[in-house]
């Protein structure tokens, strides 16, 4: 539902702002996003770690100051940074020839502390395994957000004002919620005595706090990169034509590692004691990855120009090929991330730090070297090429250095995609009669696509015995169903 929200926001925004408009968006919020990384000093990721510990131990005197000192920094880094930005921020668009976008950078700089107060506020919550709680009122926000984005920019015709203020409401009100809560149902983290962290444990918590948080600003700086570099050397009607098919690619294809994600890390820690368990549970992920990414990148790819008409209307048309080329080159480069999270899990974090590093050097040199002269191809080359060389450095760590083969399913995988392939053969056809009514061929597509790829699963024999027994060990509903569907008997 939140995906479903997230896209039809995007929709609102592209369809009901000038292109220009659009692209000064996506730059400041590029520009926005890297920055929120620093503003919080590295106050939310102790939170996870910490709190945790400090609960098991039952040493609340310590963990109310620990929560109560990261919350203070948390709010004094952010309030600094509104302040230093909302001071300066034209001066350094004036620089760069985008003076008109002042006004508007000033009105995102308003909305900095309440999503860092948010984001510490949402750790605490995760800390203690309230994601019911989350879920269902992140899925409330994400539809309260949309509908205010229809008040303000459809109805009331705010344009690009209407675009800022609505996440600052939002995010707003739900700092005020989660905070609430967060101090009804557990006032032990607020209320009681508190006593010294000490030296040590404060060592012990930067040490731990430092790389994430140095980590956490490159992958941020890798994925705005593109945005800020085009915005800069190029104009923003460019930024628009590259943002529109990368967000929309990596919203797609990040809906896999929701699922995955932390449980995989969990799950491959938890079977690290054997190899055989370990390699298997490796196996499965990929599985899982390549079942998903396959089928989208090849029906994307098909589509894209019916899909991109349909939701963003005819003004992005000339983002069509650069979103074929990320939707394939994304589905590799996600099947191949199970090498990172292989690294994790074997406690190799320097050695991820040191190839993201790595990456971010190359997409500065590659950007500022190719997008004066080749604008958004420019963008794609510098996002794509480091990030096929880190992929695979990766991937030579986990085979040559950890010693760990044979973690791509091959077979599985080759009939995944000719599952897809045939999935993509019915897609042709259909766009061969429909080819001149876009909503009607997406329709149409959207319903026999899936369709046809789970009979071509069928079909192939595409899961084996061990997918079977895992299937009905776990706690999925409608199992039978699936057995039915994906078994011949």
């Known amino acids: 539902l939140s995906t479903i929200s997230s896209i039809l926001y995007s929709i609102v925004v592209v369809r009901w702002l000038q292109i220009q408009r659009f692209g000064g968006y996506a730059f400041l919020d590029s520009i926005f996003s890297m920055l929120a990384v620093i503003y919080v000093l590295g106050t939310h990721a102790p939170i996870i770690r910490f709190v945790p510990e400090l609960v098991a131990k039952e040493d609340y005197c310590k963990l109310r100051t620990l929560v109560s000192s990261l919350q203070i920094i948390n709010l004094i880094g952010s309030s600094m940074t509104m302040l230093l930005m909302f001071l300066s921020l034209d001066v350094f668009l004036t620089v760069f020839g985008k003076a008109e976008l002042s006004f508007y950078a000033r009105l995102m700089a308003l909305g900095i502390v309440s999503k860092a107060v948010l984001g510490i506020t949402k750790n605490i919550l995760n800390t203690f395994y309230e994601q019911k709680f989350l879920s269902f009122f992140e899925t409330f926000f994400s539809f309260f957000e949309l509908s205010l984005l229809i008040g303000f920019v459809v109805g009331l015709n705010l344009e690009l004002t209407g675009v800022i203020i609505t996440p600052l409401i939002s995010n707003t009100f739900a700092a005020i919620l989660y905070s609430a809560y967060v101090r009804k149902k557990y006032p032990r983290l607020f209320k009681g005595d508190r006593c010294p962290i000490g030296r040590e444990y404060i060592w012990r918590v930067i040490r731990y706090?430092?790389?994430?948080?140095?980590?956490?600003?490159?992958?941020?700086?890798?994925?705005?990169?593109?945005?800020?570099?085009?915005?800069?050397?190029?104009?923003?009607?460019?930024?628009?034509?590259?943002?529109?098919?990368?967000?929309?690619?990596?919203?797609?294809?990040?809906?896999?590692?929701?699922?995955?994600?932390?449980?995989?890390?969990?799950?491959?820690?938890?079977?690290?004691?054997?190899?055989?368990?370990?390699?298997?549970?490796?196996?499965?992920y990929v599985k899982i990855i390549s079942l998903y990414v396959l089928p989208v990148a090849i029906g994307g790819?098909?589509?894209?120009?019916?899909?991109?008409?349909?939701?963003?209307?005819?003004?992005v048309l000339p983002s069509a090929e650069v979103f074929r080329i990320l939707l394939l080159a994304s589905c590799v480069l996600n099947i191949l991330r199970i090498n990172s999270m292989i690294l994790n899990v074997k406690e190799r974090t320097h050695l991820i730090l040191l190839g993201e590093t790595f990456r971010s050097i190359m997409i500065t040199?590659?950007?500022?070297?190719?997008?004066?002269?080749?604008?958004?191809?420019?963008?794609?080359?510098?996002?794509?090429?480091?990030?096929?060389?880190?992929?695979?450095?990766?991937?030579?760590?986990?085979?040559?250095?950890?010693?760990?083969?044979?973690?791509?399913?091959?077979?599985?995988?080759?009939?995944?995609?000719?599952?897809?392939?045939?999935?993509?053969?019915?897609?042709?056809?259909?766009?061969?009669?429909?080819?001149?009514?876009?909503?009607?061929?997406?329709?149409?597509?959207?319903?026999?696509?899936?369709?046809?790829?789970?009979?071509?699963?069928?079909?192939?024999?595409?899961?084996?015995?061990?997918?079977?027994?895992?299937?009905m060990e776990s706690k999925i509903p409608f199992k039978t169903t699936i057995l039915r569907l994906l078994w011949k008997k």
């Open 301 to 315: 790819f098909i589509l894209a120009e019916p899909l991109l008409v349909t939701f963003y209307g005819e003004k």
């Open 365 to 471: 040199v590659l950007g500022f070297g190719l997008i004066p002269n080749l604008g958004v191809n420019g963008a794609l080359i510098s996002k794509l090429v480091p990030s096929f060389i880190v992929t695979t450095y990766y991937a030579y760590l986990v085979t040559s250095k950890l010693r760990i083969a044979n973690i791509i399913p091959i077979r599985a995988v080759g009939k995944y995609l000719i599952a897809s392939l045939f999935m993509g053969a019915i897609v042709i056809t259909i766009t061969y009669f429909l080819r001149f009514e876009s909503i009607l061929l997406l329709i149409v597509a959207l319903i026999l696509g899936p369709f046809s790829y789970f009979l071509a699963l069928r079909f192939v024999g595409a899961f084996d015995q061990t997918d079977k027994k895992l299937l």
């Open 209 to 284: 706090t430092a790389p994430f948080t140095a980590l956490d600003l490159i992958n941020s700086f890798v994925s705005y990169a593109g945005n800020t570099f085009l915005g800069i050397l190029r104009n923003l009607e460019e930024v628009a034509y590259f943002d529109i098919p990368n967000s929309f690619a990596e919203r797609v294809f990040q809906q896999i590692w929701l699922v995955i994600g932390y449980v995989g890390v969990v799950s491959l820690t938890e079977v690290n004691y054997s190899r055989d368990n370990f390699t298997l549970a490796i196996r499965q």
